[in-house]
């Protein structure tokens, strides 16, 4: 429990760090990576809040939070393969 | 558990420290980068040293913390194993659909040119 | 008893969510507004998490974060991407 208590602000700090390149990101693509990694350190956040909670049934939000950022990296994707002609207005 | 369970602790519990300090490395070099192209590497190191990492030290940790039963222990570590794998399989594959997608409409690579002061 | 660290907790990921919410009501490029509704709807998932809902966790993500969206991108392909001044 000692260890989980130490870093849970490491955690912290990294999801504030992310969440300003997110703001920030000067194209899209940018903010899209940035907020992708900060949701998977969130499903590992959420899986080690789970043993210090001590109840299992709280790991099933970590396997769902992983699928759908999953799903948000692919929609952001196919919007620029599809939607826009290849070589096109570099991103803005 | 006596000394076999303290082991457990220790290892589980240094294993996700590490991979909070991987996390904030990733999340400083996110912040520094000049460019998406290098962004995406320190992203990538973020979502698997930062994520897979902690989630196997926490399915290592959970055999060494007293007062639990052996069907409660795998309970947690079976589902941590599979978030485990799934990060493994997706985060390598949206990272490099967002890049194929940045390459292909025209984002232009940083490129330093000699004599710049460096920002 | 509800100890400090969660009420610390809560107070910053609540307080970047805030800051989230005032970014994305600002923006005029429309794509990058529906990746910023997704990093405040993944803070606001933390904050349910520690409040030990995982019930209504299962339901927000699945909506705030997957189909929502999709739902905005398909939305935004039939207008144009960038809000008039």
Same mark, same amino acid.
């Given at each position: ?18 969440? !300003?390149? #997110?703001?920030?990101?000067?194209? !899209? ?31 099933? +939000? #970590? ?13 952001? +994707? ?15 | ?35 998406? =192209? ?71 690579? =940083? ?9 | ?36 509704? %997704? ?5 606001? $998932?933390? %904050? ?10 299962? $339901?927000?993500? %699945? ?6 969206? $999709? ?13 008039? %001044?």
């Amino acid at each position: 429990m000692v260890f989980i208590i130490v870093s849970i602000p490491l955690y912290i700090v990294a999801f504030i760090l992310y969440a !300003v390149r #997110g703001f920030k990101g000067p194209t !899209v693509f940018d903010s899209t990576i940035s907020i992708d990694a900060l949701c998977y350190d969130v499903s590992a956040f959420m899986v080690i809040l789970s043993v210090y909670f001590r109840s299992y049934l709280l790991l099933g +939000a #970590g396997i769902l939070l992983a699928l759908w950022a999953y799903i948000l990296d692919v929609v952001i +994707a196919r919007y620029y393969d599809r939607f826009t002609r290849i070589g096109g207005d570099g991103g803005d | 558990m006596g000394l076999g369970g303290l082991v457990l602790t220790i290892i589980g519990g240094a294993i996700i420290f590490i991979g909070g300090l991987f996390d904030l490395v990733a999340a400083l070099g996110v912040n520094k980068f000049p460019d998406f =192209y290098t962004r995406l590497h320190a992203v990538t190191i973020g979502a698997i040293g930062g994520a897979v990492y902690p989630i196997i030290g926490s399915a290592i940790l959970v055999f060494g913390v007293p007062g639990l039963s052996l069907s409660a222990r795998l309970s947690f570590a079976l589902p941590m194993l599979v978030i485990a794998s799934l990060i493994l399989i997706t985060a390598p594959t949206g990272s490099h659909a967002v890049a194929r997608a940045a390459y292909r409409s025209g984002l232009k690579p =940083y490129r330093r040119i000699p004599g710049e002061v460096k920002k | 008893m509800f100890p400090v660290l969660h009420l610390v907790m809560l107070a910053v990921v609540l307080g970047v969510s805030f800051i989230t919410i005032y970014l994305m009501v600002q923006e005029r490029d429309l794509l990058k507004m529906i990746v910023l509704s %997704a990093a405040q709807s993944t803070f606001y $998932a933390i %904050a349910l998490y520690i409040l030990l809902v995982p019930d209504v966790v299962l $339901a927000y993500i %699945a909506v705030a974060v997957g189909i929502y969206t $999709a739902l905005l991108m398909f939305a935004v392909k039939k207008t144009e991407r960038f809000e008039e %001044a």
